[in-house]
């Protein structure tokens, strides 16, 4: 297959790291009082991993630790040195603390130095968006940068005795994340093989204009929190609601941007919220039933800015030469729509991986 028009950029190395043994939903039930089968129907994950002890409390993985090693990974799959790297962008709604940045952090631990690093405060669809600035510095004359994203939610659950008595939009949360990282080696060549995954379109569009929020986090320093201020806050009902519209209008507007027929979309990258909802969505796209589900949040949990890197993780040990990919995010705290067109070049070569 070729395209009219040459892709933005390439991937050509992802790496991934997720914390610890797997929990279940029985453990995660013990853990805090809650029913399994409640989980189980009401959000449909059945595993995720945390980067802390849920018996002890005591932090075994922080963000730090999930970034470095994810992008490790990603700079060996793709063959990068770290010398080889110009800049480095990290996304994440839970930074390890505000100053020094999380990006600069797992820089240091990566070993880069002298070159730029930013860091994106955002949700589900930081990925995407630091793709787009990853975009924006290769068209600036950069050849090789890192992405990476993840979050971590030790900071923001209390694993106390009472959290079996919160209210549903706050004890949503314990149940749906997970905590996690990946990370993509993105450059402006394809590459000697020409086996990187090419990006031929890339959305990004804030669609919150007069929406209330989805989803909220809070943070407060050392003075006494406000006990009005709603740390943290999911109204399901209303993501349940505008998320499978918002992700069929993203792929739509991705076939646009690309120049794609439905029928050429082997593969397809849906939000991933919670296990129960991705079947919501992926009914609602539009795209043939031959299109091939990528999807990893009912193992992992929602990893929020972890999540898109982690499905492309997969994609690049699934998609054959020829073969072109979807991928579509929508963040809800005030509603973001974002999404890849992606291509691996006919000439490419891939192997499965476990």
């Known amino acids: 297959m070729s395209t009219a028009t040459p892709p933005l950029f ?8 997720l914390p610890g043994d797997a929990v279940s939903n029985a453990e995660l039930g013990r853990a805090f009082g809650i029913s399994e089968s409640w989980i189980d129907v009401f959000v449909g994950t059945r595993t995720r991993h945390f980067g802390r002890d849920l018996a002890s409390g005591k932090v075994t993985h922080t963000l730090t630790d999930l970034c470095a090693e994810a992008a490790d990974r990603a700079l060996a799959a793709a063959g990068t040195a770290p010398a080889d790297v110009d800049f480095l962008v990290l996304s994440t709604a839970t930074p390890d603390a505000l100053l ?8 240091d631990r990566l070993g880069l130095t002298l070159l730029p690093t930013y860091q994106l405060q955002a949700g589900c669809a930081g990925a995407v968006q630091a793709l787009d600035l990853a975009r924006a510095l290769l ?46 080696v993105v450059t402006a060549d394809p590459g000697p093989d020409h086996t990187a995954l090419a990006v031929h379109a890339l959305l ?102 972890a ?19 979807l991928a579509a995010v929508v963040e809800s705290s005030k509603w973001i729509k974002a999404g890849l067109a992606l291509e691996r070049p006919a000439t490419g070569r891939t192997e499965d991986r476990p």
Request: proline fraction near 8%; hydrophobic fraction near 40%; charged fraction near 15%.
């Open 307 to 325: 999540l898109p890197l982690l499905q492309l993780d997969l994609l690049a040990g699934r998609l054959e030469p020829g073969g072109r990919a």
């Open 204 to 305: 990004h569009h804030f669609a919150g204009l007069g929406r209330p929020p989805g989803q909220i986090v809070g943070w407060h320093g050392a003075a006494a929190p406000d006990p009005a201020r709603r740390m943290l806050f999911e109204d399901y009902r209303a993501i349940e609601a505008q998320v499978p519209d918002l992700a069929a209008q993203t792929v739509a507007e991705l076939l646009a941007a690309s120049g794609w027929a439905p029928q050429q979309i082997g593969h397809v990258l849906p939000p991933q919220l919670s296990g129960r909802m991705t079947d919501r969505i992926m009914a609602g796209l539009g795209l043939p039933a031959a299109s091939r589900e990528v999807s990893c949040v009912r193992e992992t949990g929602n990893t929020g800015n």
């Open 100 to 107: 020094p940045t999380t990006a600069n952090e797992t820089a």
């Open 139 to 184: 068209a600036g004359g950069h050849r090789t940068g890192l992405v990476v994203a993840g979050d971590v939610t030790d900071r923001f659950l209390d694993t106390g005795p009472d959290v079996a008595r919160l209210p549903a939009q706050e004890l949503v949360n314990y149940v749906l994340f997970g905590d996690g990282a990946a990370a993509a």
């Open 10 to 17: 390439h991937i050509s190395g992802t790496g991934r790291a």
